[in-house]
């Protein structure tokens, strides 16, 4: 079965310095692996998704995954935090043993920004 | 851009009453689903719902819930009992239909808060 782990529940960083949120992932099959972020009262919205084509991802906001088989992780990056990426981050892995797709969540890592 | 949206954004119920929380998917998104986050954990699948039919759910959703899909446009969700233990964060998601299903991200809406005395 798939399953999603995220070192560090909580990480900070101060404004400008790079932000390195770790994830990895457990699957029998090639995985389809997607990051959300949740800002403050709101939903999980997309920051970007693999599934198979290039290793590495670029997504909204200037944040960046990498896929490596080899480490079976898909770490977040952005080479420079800001204030506004305050937010909880969660990795999620695709599910497709019942058939139909569901997501498996990472318990999420709690990002502060310091000025 | 088309969202997801739920209403209502917060609702308080009293133990053993039914609760409906709703959800209006992206318009020509075709598979539905609800997960939920319970305070301090992860985010867990409850059900998906395609074609007019529960697709998969998992060991959480159990016969006091359902899912109903009542005209072109709405999903529910109805606890039909409601325990202590069902007060949570439900976020209602939606997918496209085109391509590839397991490459289709899912869309989120902003969540239903449901808070059981």
């Known amino acids: 079965a798939q399953s999603v782990t995220q070192l560090g529940s909580h990480v900070s960083v101060s404004e400008g310095a790079l932000v390195l949120l770790r994830c990895n992932y457990s699957s029998s099959v090639p995985p389809y692996l997607f990051w959300y972020v949740q800002y403050p009262n709101q939903g999980l919205q997309l920051l970007l998704k693999y599934t198979s084509a290039a290793t590495l991802v670029k997504g909204i906001n200037g944040f960046e995954a990498e896929f490596k088989k080899s480490e079976t992780s898909f770490h977040l990056t952005k080479p420079s935090a800001h204030m506004s990426d305050a937010a909880e981050y969660f990795c999620a892995v695709s599910d497709l043993s019942g058939g139909y797709n569901k997501l498996i969540f990472g318990a999420g890592t709690r990002l502060a920004v310091h000025p | 851009e088309p969202e997801v949206t739920q209403t209502p954004s917060h609702q308080v119920t009293q133990m053993g009453q039914e609760v409906i929380l709703r959800c209006v998917p992206i318009?020509?998104?075709?598979?539905f689903y609800w997960y939920r986050q319970i305070l301090g954990q992860k985010v867990e699948f409850l059900v998906s719902f395609y074609n007019n039919e529960i697709s998969e759910k998992s060991e959480i959703f159990d016969d006091q819930f359902s899912v109903e899909r009542p005209d072109g446009s709405n999903f529910t969700l109805k606890i039909r009992s409601t325990k202590l233990e069902d007060s949570a964060m439900y976020f209602c998601?939606?997918?496209?239909?085109?391509?590839?299903?397991?490459?289709?991200?899912?869309?989120f809406g902003d969540g239903t808060r449901l808070s059981i005395l």
């Open positions: 998601a939606s997918s496209g239909g085109q391509g590839a299903l397991s490459d289709q991200p899912q869309h």
């Open positions: 318009s020509n998104h075709l598979y």
